[in-house]
């Protein structure tokens, strides 16, 4: 059975730094893209940031220059490094994958963590 598991949130003051990290486990075949999306109370989920197997990556425009998303292939992981935060950012990250498998016949399928709190406060 494959999982998403996020990790590494928190809360911390404006200004401040947090690295998110997300494992895939289980009978992985193949992971393709893999991203990290957020939703605050009363917003839609959103993509924060996305990246290839081959390491290509994009970011909404609000995390630009902020934010950094990089993966570990050898680990099936996914990292979100986060500096200069904002109070605007606090809001549930979630991890996301297309995956592999063979429990689902090894066909893309889409994957989803159960999330991390981050709050930025002063």
């Known amino acids: 059975q494959v999982q998403l598991v996020e990790s590494g949130g928190g809360l911390v003051q404006p200004g401040g730094s947090l690295r998110l990290s997300c494992a895939a486990s289980?009978?992985?075949?193949?992971?393709?893209?893999m991203g990290w999306y957020r939703q605050a109370p009363g917003k839609q989920r959103e993509l924060v940031a996305d990246i290839t197997s081959g390491g290509s990556t994009k970011y909404t425009d609000s995390v630009k220059g902020r934010f950094t998303i990089s993966r570990d292939n050898a680990k099936n992981t996914v990292y979100l490094q986060m500096n200069s935060l904002k109070p605007e950012d606090t809001a549930v990250y979630y991890c996301?994958?297309?995956?592999?498998?063979?429990?689902?016949?090894?066909?893309?399928?889409?994957?989803w963590g159960q999330g991390t709190q981050v709050t930025v406060s002063s």
């Open positions: 289980g009978s992985i075949f193949s992971i393709n893209a």
């Open positions: 996301n994958a297309d995956i592999r498998s063979a429990g689902r016949s090894y066909i893309w399928y889409n994957y």
